[in-house]
């Protein structure tokens, strides 16, 4: 049976942009700035961010399956949700990507 195990520490994410098969990273930097300029907060950005990637919001663990995961996490804020730490690769996304296109002002994104 595979373990994999994985590291996981702040700004983590920032060395995984990889984005969806079929969106090209300038799609996601774009992306991210017209929802930006529509009012979303940097929890609302990140969503975005791991739904357009290939690797968080738990795709890595997703990825590995049917190996064990076993992943180590460093943070240095207290409290920090694990789904928030590198964008989570290896946790599931708690937020609907919907709830934040509903959120933002729609009219704004053209």
Not at 25 to 40: F, N, P, Q, S
Not at 46 to 66: D, I, M, Q, V, Y
């Amino acid at each position: 049976d595979d373990v994999v195990f994985v590291l996981m520490s702040g700004g983590g994410s920032a060395l995984t942009p990889a984005p969806v098969e079929g969106v090209s990273l300038a799609d996601k930097i774009e992306a991210t700035k017209v929802t930006a300029k529509a009012g979303a907060t940097i929890n609302e950005l990140n969503t975005l961010r791991k739904h357009l990637s290939r690797f968080k919001g738990g795709r890595l663990a997703r990825a590995a399956h049917p190996a064990r995961v076993v992943t180590l996490v460093l943070s240095d804020v207290v409290g920090d949700a694990l789904d928030v730490i590198a964008s989570g690769p290896t946790v599931p996304d708690r937020k609907l990507l919907i709830h934040l296109l509903h959120r933002l002002d729609l009219s704004r994104l053209s």
